[in-house]
């Protein structure tokens, strides 16, 4: 028996899509949501699913949020912009009866404003997403959590595409969030905020993803990532520069 479990907010475009894709896999649907203001949960319930309102308190913790919730003997934990593909859905039912783990690592594509990308990085990488309920949890990261487990971990064939952007206002809105997280974990590790950070590591960052990891063969997608990707790290660094200026309080 299988949950599968999300954390959401404001993810009325994105969640539908996701949820029909698991439909004849989940026997349960459990949804943590930190309060949407649009049809999130109305879109959520509407697919059977059992919704929570849990304030945000990071990725990590709301993740164990749902892990906590989920009344099944095995998790699948997937995000509101990822879709299991259909052969997918069969390999998880096969492991889930006649598997040799109890912890499996599930390959992902990504897919960026409509274009379903090969290269620069952006896709081939393998994440923890199915697991039994017993097998672990998250670590408490605000970002970049990690799944622990004492348990060996498999690996699956088949993908889930994460339909990382929609469009570039879709990555322009989501920026603004993610730079600043990205610079309060900095500033918890006390990482600096000098030149390198902010100019060089950006210049570098463009030349490996776009060159050296061949982005430039996904075409226009590949350079607008690479060049949105450099400005990532500069601007975060750049919100960390200011933190330390300001004395950031990272519990605010």
């Not at 879109?43 to 059992?50: L, R």
């Not at 069969?90 to 783990?101: A, L, Q, R």
């Not at 622990?148 to 989501?174: A, C, F, V, W």
Request: charged residues 25%; neutral net charge.
């Amino acid at each position: 028996m299988l949950s599968v479990g999300l954390i959401t907010f404001n993810e009325e475009l994105r969640l539908g899509r996701t949820l029909k894709a698991i439909e004849g896999l989940a026997d349960e649907i459990v949804v943590i949501d930190s309060f949407s203001s649009d049809k999130t949960v109305e879109i959520a319930e509407s697919f059977g699913a059992k919704v929570y309102q849990i304030p945000w308190p990071g990725y990590g913790k709301q993740k164990n949020n749902v892990i906590e919730r989920c009344t099944k003997d095995w998790i699948l934990l997937i995000d509101a912009d990822e879709v299991v593909i259909p052969e997918l859905v069969k390999e998880i039912k096969d492991v889930m009866e006649h598997g040799d783990f109890y912890v499996y690592k599930i390959p992902f594509n990504s897919v960026c404003f409509g274009k379903r990308i090969h290269f620069g990085g952006w896709s081939g990488s393998s994440r923890v997403r199915l697991f039994k309920k017993t097998s672990g949890h998250y670590s408490l990261d605000e970002v970049h959590e990690q799944f622990l487990t004492g348990d060996e971990i498999g690996e699956l064939k088949n993908r889930i595409d994460h339909y990382t952007y929609e469009d570039y206002q879709d990555y322009l809105h989501k920026f603004n969030r993610y730079t600043t997280e990205g610079a309060a974990v900095a500033f918890k590790k006390n990482k600096s905020a000098g030149f390198f950070n902010i100019v060089l590591n950006p210049i570098f960052k463009f030349l490996r993803m776009y060159v050296f990891r061949l982005g430039f063969l996904d075409g226009v997608e590949g350079l607008a990532l690479s060049i949105f990707s450099a400005l990532y790290t500069s601007v975060k660094y750049l919100k960390l520069r200011e933190m330390k200026k300001r004395n950031y309080d990272i519990n605010s």
